[in-house]
């Protein structure tokens, strides 16, 4: 029979409708939906307590219990083991309740049996603050998170106020905490302060919970949650695990959010007075009070976060790599029709029998990284400025008959809507150092024709000539303000003057410039 699914209010009542109202088991069983064999073993157990039916009223639920449920007395003079120094133990990697109790056992030959030691090391965890119930074994886990309090930073110059994110990292076995402040949560200050906090640690978990966030799990699914590609690069960088907190489920990041309230509480809390002008002012502050606050020491434990990270998680944790993680953003793209993929406004070639086909992008600070599946078949030093074409020579067909779209193929695709349409796309191949840096503008500049019509394009490319610039941007803005509705200076010269005495045209004035050079010449 098990007592902890019944509790003591109900079998007070049980013993006082059976003692004091006479009604049968049976009938209490019935009412009650408790199997009668229970009811009969708490009616046995106040009969052997020599309880009263003064007793069920005056004693109290657990006076009551301590008398139906004695302990056995020899359990009271059996030695108790120090369960601080247990809780401790257990932390540690492959420190079992079964080890720690057989250890117990050699020292205590007469001490508790180990159902007996399970259950009061049950009891005394829950006296345990609530971020330290749960046992993690030393080096197993890191929780991240970040604090749902800014901190503010004023410009100089402006005095416009800025708000910093605080990130929040803390050792599951001891609890040493990290924090710093970044000035998003984007991808990229969500990465680097996880490499900042392993060197702070000086080791690697061997898993690292993060909650939900969008930077790191692109999808919060339940069973298996998408981690972000550059996420997972840094995870194989440092060999570990990112498991994420399953939605909806504190408890999966309860260290997490035990450790923001730390760094709320007891830093955060500490700063609200003063003011910072720098990330790095900021910064230097809080790295100050995170050491006040890991050593300062627990309430219900012995020592502090410090002393229980140099015991436990400090030797446990994973070497370092010997480099550091270098920060990747990952891109799908798919290759143009000429062998060039698009990052950032800057386009990047790849061999040209790879048109068409889709790619992933790895982007560095200094490099571009192009990869068809897991092979890589492109590298170029990354653009900022200058040309916006990266193009290097192995990449280019032997020659156009092999191209799928030669720019012989443009051309003459760009002749048959009209002439003025033809010469915009032969300036434009023209003016690119390899024609086929200018496919995307010359088939941008046909795709106008099927939007707006042949003949508005048309217009469009004879106006940008007229005004010296055809090229593709220039055309597509005539075509945008509609200024190839209005007349150019080249249609003007076929429009027909009205004829009248007074109008002399152009041909007497030409006729009249002659005249006078001859004269001249005479003389």
Same mark, same amino acid.
């Given at each position: ?50 309880? @009263?039916? =003064?007793? *069920? +009223?005056?004693? /109290? ?7 139906? #449920? ?79 309090? @800014?901190? =503010?930073? *004023? +410009?100089?110059? /402006? ?7 605080? #990130? ?356």
């Amino acid at each position: 029979m098990s007592r902890k699914h019944i509790s003591m209010r109900k079998i007070k009542e049980i013993l006082r409708l059976i003692v004091k109202m006479k009604l049968s088991p049976r009938n209490v069983s019935k009412a009650l939906g408790i199997g009668r064999s229970t009811i009969q073993d708490y009616l046995s157990r106040f009969e052997e307590a020599a309880l @009263t039916l =003064e007793d *069920i +009223d005056s004693l /109290t639920e657990d006076e009551l219990e301590r008398r139906l #449920f004695p302990i056995a007395s020899s359990g009271h003079n059996r030695p108790l083991p120090c369960w601080a120094a247990m809780h401790q133990e257990h932390r540690k990697q492959n420190v079992t309740l079964q080890v720690l109790w057989e250890e117990y056992r050699v020292q205590n030959p007469d001490g508790l049996s180990y159902s007996r030691f399970c259950e009061l090391y049950k009891e005394y965890s829950k006296t345990v603050d609530i971020s330290m119930r749960q046992i993690h074994k030393a080096g197993e886990k890191m929780f991240v998170d970040y604090c749902g309090k @800014t901190m =503010e930073i *004023i +410009d100089r110059t /402006t005095g416009e106020c800025k708000h910093a994110q605080i #990130f929040v990292a803390v050792l599951g076995a001891s609890n040493y905490l990290y924090a710093e402040a970044t000035w998003s949560q984007q991808l990229s200050d969500w990465i680097s302060s996880h490499v900042r906090a392993l060197e702070f640690f000086g080791g690697v978990p061997r898993a690292i919970i993060p909650d939900n966030l969008k930077s790191g799990v692109t999808k919060p699914w339940y069973y298996d949650p998408d981690i972000n590609p550059s996420y997972a690069e840094f995870a194989r960088h440092y060999q570990t695990a990112i498991l994420p907190a399953r939605v909806r489920k504190p408890r999966d990041k309860a260290k997490a959010e035990a450790g923001v309230q730390f760094v709320q509480r007891w830093l955060l809390a500490k700063l609200r007075h003063r003011r910072f002008y720098e990330l790095s002012e900021l910064n230097q502050a809080i790295k100050e009070l995170l050491t006040d606050l890991n050593n300062r020491p627990f309430k219900k434990l012995e020592g502090s976060r410090r002393s229980m990270y140099e015991a436990l998680d400090k030797i446990a944790l994973n070497p370092l790599p010997e480099t550091r993680y270098e920060f990747a953003l990952w891109k799908d793209a798919k290759v143009n029709i000429d062998y060039h993929v698009e990052f950032k406004k800057f386009f990047y070639s790849v061999p040209w029998q790879e048109a068409h086909q889709k790619v992933r992008i790895r982007a560095t600070a200094n490099t571009i990284e192009i990869f068809k599946r897991d092979r890589r078949i492109a590298v170029h030093i990354r653009k900022y400025t200058g040309d916006n074409y990266s193009t290097l020579e192995e990449h280019m067909p032997p020659h156009h008959k092999f191209v799928k779209w030669p720019p012989s193929k443009l051309v003459y695709l760009a002749g048959k809507i009209g002439h003025s349409v033809k010469t915009v796309v032969e300036e434009i191949l023209k003016s690119r150092r390899h024609p086929e840096q200018g496919f995307r503008s010359a088939l941008g500049l046909l795709r106008l024709g099927k939007s707006l019509g042949e003949d508005r394009l048309e217009n469009a490319c004879r106006k940008a000539i007229d005004l010296g610039c055809p090229r593709y941007k220039s055309v597509r803005s005539i075509l945008e303000t509609g200024q190839d509705k209005i007349p150019s200076s080249h249609d003007n010269k076929h429009l027909a003057h009205p004829v009248h005495e007074n109008i002399r045209g152009a041909d007497y004035y030409r006729r009249e410039e002659e005249d006078c050079n001859a004269s001249s010449t005479n003389h």
